[in-house]
């Protein structure tokens, strides 16, 4: 990308630089002003609290954070976090004054997308910034923010990945034009069997040609069906597939691709997964009503808040929900201090007719129904409120079972 390019996508970006040096501010600032004259810039002269972060979300807060990592590690490292957690579409680019692999796998790992080593010089901005600015556009998807949505079971065998598939298969029939279903599974992933597809790319491509990722080489490595893209996960299990820790520059690029980006995991635990989460707007923790995946579904929550994934982004779906068996709504939200996002209700005549035939679940069954308005709340469109079930017996012994406090 020529450096004009870059400048003429400065208007996009709304920075934030975080240093306590004012060396290292006053090396940049010149070169950022030259390749962004049109960013606004605001600087900060020390770390700042982690209450105080708050105040950089929303829509109107930066998407670009220029991060010392010099004048202390440590903090800096943790602060990247925090700043994902608050800002999870932010761009964090971390300044150093030697290019130390550890220190940049540390950054990275954390959710850092490119980094700068001093002396800061205009032909290391290029290449830095060519490649982050490709990432946020997707060379063709200018303008385009989309919406990622990530589904996690809280165990095996809850659906997630059936939830998953027709949700982005209920974005494509409502009229949406980019539209990505993602199977980020790397060992187990099933999406390629379901839905009967082959393909010779997988995600791991996609993460090999992260650095020089554009529209061209991304759609080939998809698989399109009309307005539906999708990544599958690798045909086999290879080596070094369970080591993998950072998905974050898949997701990354398809926020701006795509308008919607459905991500199907494999589960909840482990850096691959977490990076998903935290790049996510809405975390779709998928459980059944059964009294082992209700524990699953609280340990799940109690992990995902404790690795900086915010509560307000974590959605409870209940799925193959049966009010005449397994636990009520009121039941679970008061055992797991946690609302329940949506149920959707046990069709399995409709769903395994759908999996045999390598289809969507048809949108006049009672699953595809629920699941339509499940598609059109995480979209923030009206549509008609979750059915509200109230159980108020068998409550006397099973709060035992969870270990959540009730000061959560």
């Not at 700068?116 to 490709?134: G, I, K, W």
């Not at 080591?243 to 482990?270: K, M």
Request: charged content about 20%; hydrophobic content about 40%; proline content about 5%.
């Amino acid at each position: 990308m020529a450096r004009a390019d870059i400048a003429a996508l400065s208007g996009n970006w709304k920075g934030l630089m975080i240093s306590p040096s004012k060396t290292i501010a006053g090396e940049l600032s010149p070169i950022l002003s030259m390749h962004l004259p049109n960013t606004p810039i605001f600087e900060m002269q020390s770390y700042p609290a982690r209450l105080s972060l708050s105040e950089l979300g929303g829509t109107h807060g930066p998407n670009l954070c220029f991060l010392d990592l010099t004048s202390d590690p440590d903090r800096a490292i943790a602060l990247i976090g925090e700043l994902l957690v608050v800002q999870p579409a932010m761009k964090i680019v971390v300044l150093l004054s030697s290019k130390n692999p550890d220190t940049i796998v540390r950054a990275m790992r954390q959710g850092a997308v490119e980094f700068l080593v001093r002396p800061f010089d205009p032909e290391q901005f290029d290449h830095a910034f060519a490649r982050l600015a490709s990432m946020h556009r997707g060379e063709g998807g200018a303008g385009i923010t989309g919406k990622v949505i990530t589904v996690i079971p809280a165990k095996g065998a809850c659906g997630a990945t059936t939830l998953a598939t027709n949700l982005a298969q209920h974005y494509k029939r409502a009229g949406f034009k980019k539209i990505l279903l993602g199977d980020m599974d790397p060992l187990t992933g099933t999406l390629s069997f379901l839905m009967k597809l082959r393909s010779n790319y997988s995600f791991v491509d996609a993460l090999s040609r992260s650095n020089s990722m554009d529209a061209d080489i991304w759609k080939g490595i998809v698989t399109q069906q009309g307005t539906l893209d999708i990544l599958l996960s690798p045909e086999t299990v290879n080596e070094g597939l369970h080591e993998l820790r950072d998905a974050s520059s898949i997701a990354e690029f398809a926020r701006g691709f795509y308008e919607v980006v459905v991500f199907d995991t494999g589960g909840v635990y482990g850096d691959w997964n977490l990076t998903l989460a935290r790049r996510s707007d809405d975390v779709l923790l998928v459980t059944t009503n059964e009294l082992p995946a209700l524990q699953a579904a609280q340990r799940a929550i109690d992990y995902l808040e404790a690795n900086q994934v915010q509560r307000s982004r974590i959605r409870l779906v209940v799925n193959r929900y049966d009010k005449e068996h397994g636990l009520g709504r009121e039941v679970i939200e008061t055992a797991l201090h946690c609302d329940v996002f949506h149920l959707l209700p046990a069709d399995y005549e409709g769903v395994q007719r759908a999996l045999i035939e390598g289809k969507p679940v048809p949108p006049n069954t009672s699953f595809g129904k629920s699941l339509g308005q499940l598609g059109e709340r995480l979209a923030g469109r009206p549509a008609g409120a979750a059915p509200v079930e109230k159980k108020t017996s068998a409550l006397s012994g099973l709060f035992s079972l969870f270990t959540r406090s009730s000061g959560k």
